[in-house]
């Protein structure tokens, strides 16, 4: 069995997980610092935002140079030490890899052109994901390039052999300095239709919802060719590596990515589907039908671009997350303060960074709350606000208290790791009326969660009542 179907997963966002050298910011040292609470938390892999070299017009998704390391987060001698740490403390470290797009500012913009999408005029009806048209006029050649987000990401042209030499090799280079796994980043992207053909209208859209999705991306994404592209991935990565694909896909379409070597397309329904008990179940029953034989599930309840857990359910209702997250069969994503409850946080408009114009994910990027005294930074403000509540919703308080939210996490991340059957025992749905849900896992655990109330159970079911933890 290989660690990423034992284990669980932990995104740190490295912006605001830790600052080490007082500049309000955090970088790979704090990261480095922190590792033996992940290591004390129980989980087994620690998935990295992105630390690359970076203008920061979106955080660290706009890559100028993806082999160094941004001075904002510290040098390659600091990243070559956070992988010998971490695998010294027997933790996985997973790199986020982001092959659409480059920023403007990468030298290959200006000295490798072909290396992008261009046309003399705006072919198509294209639109970007951040807001507004996703062709852009570049004054220095008079022609238009593409890009799927903002105008300073331009995206790559994954049809040019030359652009898959030189993003295999960014994967090679990772690799060499000790990384193992990617996240792949808006992979359903990488390639675009050969035709530039206008993407259908939506039906279903309304006026008010997202504009993106006024038209349907057909010729934008899930494209039949990624498939190549994902078995060059594999190639270059080698067996071993975890390779999980960011695709915001129905069910249907994500179970086609397991078949060219992603090891986990990211299961992110759970993001948006109802918190009802019938909801849950349906959609638990509908994955597990739908997964090819051999393939492993995985499951993701928060991320750094969707609200927090704590602030989309109702009040009171993490305690129930928890359970659901850390008991269904396969691979939990956890996003970094979610296990202490961490809720949105209120950014004032002169504070907001976040250059997304429809929606600020600037409230789920705060930094983390280590304790009462804001000990994630020495800096007089850190770069985004603390919490108003961070002075007891920190892990300090939780850690010494059997009955917090960061007890609860830690004692069924052991229980994962200890009893075979949570990690890797069948799922069946024993019932699901309008408020409760109740599924066992192998033949030694139910679980029961109240989506009314917040209520969750796990239960020995081969030994009589004997509850592991109380309601």
């Not at 300090?396 to 949570?422: G, I």
Request: net charge negative.
């Amino acid at each position: 069995m290989t660690w990423w179907r034992d284990g669980a997963i932990y995104q740190v966002y490295p912006r605001s997980f830790q600052d080490s050298d007082g500049d309000g910011t955090g970088d790979l040292r704090g990261v480095r610092r922190r590792l033996p609470y992940l290591k004390w938390l129980g989980v087994d892999g620690v998935w990295l935002s992105p630390f690359y070299r970076s203008p920061m017009a979106d955080f660290g998704y706009d890559i100028s140079d993806h082999r160094d390391v941004d001075p904002v987060f510290g040098t390659l001698n600091d990243f070559d030490a956070l992988v010998a740490e971490a695998h010294r403390l027997g933790l996985k470290l997973i790199l986020d890899y982001v092959p659409n797009h480059t920023s403007i500012e990468h030298p290959w913009f200006r000295e490798r052109p072909e290396f992008y999408l261009w046309a003399d005029e705006v072919p198509n009806n294209w639109v970007s994901n951040f807001g507004g048209p996703a062709w852009t006029r570049d004054d220095a050649s008079g022609r238009f390039y593409y890009h799927a987000y903002l105008e300073q990401q331009p995206d790559l042209n994954w049809r040019n052999e030359d652009v898959r030499a030189a993003m295999l090799d960014v994967l090679r280079f990772w690799c060499e300095r000790g990384a193992d796994g990617f996240r792949i980043d808006a992979l359903r992207q990488v390639i675009k239709d050969a035709r530039l053909r206008d993407n259908p209208p939506n039906p279903d859209w309304n006026e008010g919802d997202d504009p993106y999705w006024a038209l349907l991306p057909e010729f934008t994404s899930d494209r039949p060719e990624l498939q190549d592209v994902i078995r060059q991935f594999r190639d270059a990565v080698g067996e071993d590596r975890l390779l999980l694909g960011e695709l915001y896909l129905p069910i249907e379409r994500l179970m086609a990515y397991y078949a060219s070597g992603l090891d986990m397309p990211a299961n992110f329904h759970l993001l948006t589907t109802p918190w009802t008990a019938r909801d849950v179940a349906d959609l638990i029953e509908r994955y597990e039908g739908a997964l090819p034989d051999g393939a492993w599930p995985n499951w993701v309840l928060g991320n750094h671009d969707r609200p927090r857990l704590a602030s989309r359910l109702p009040p009171g209702h993490e305690r129930a997350a928890a359970y659901l997250l850390l008991t269904l069969r396969g691979t939990p994503t956890l996003y970094y303060g979610d296990e202490i409850g961490m809720h949105d946080v209120e950014i004032p408009p002169d504070k907001r960074v976040d250059p997304w114009a429809f929606g600020n994910r600037d409230p789920v990027r705060t930094p983390m709350q280590w304790d009462a005294a804001g000990s994630f930074t020495t800096a007089r403000e850190p770069w985004l606000p603390f919490a108003a509540d961070h002075g007891r919703v920190n892990v300090e308080a939780q850690r010494d208290d059997p009955s917090s939210l960061l007890s609860l996490y830690r004692r069924l991340l052991a229980l994962r790791r200890t009893e075979p059957d949570l990690r890797t025992g069948a799922y069946r749905t024993l019932s699901a009326d309008d408020n409760v849900l109740r599924f066992a896992r192998g033949d030694t655990f139910e679980v029961t969660i109240d989506f009314e109330t917040g209520a969750a159970a796990l239960i020995r079911s081969a030994h009589g009542p004997d509850r592991v933890n109380e309601w």
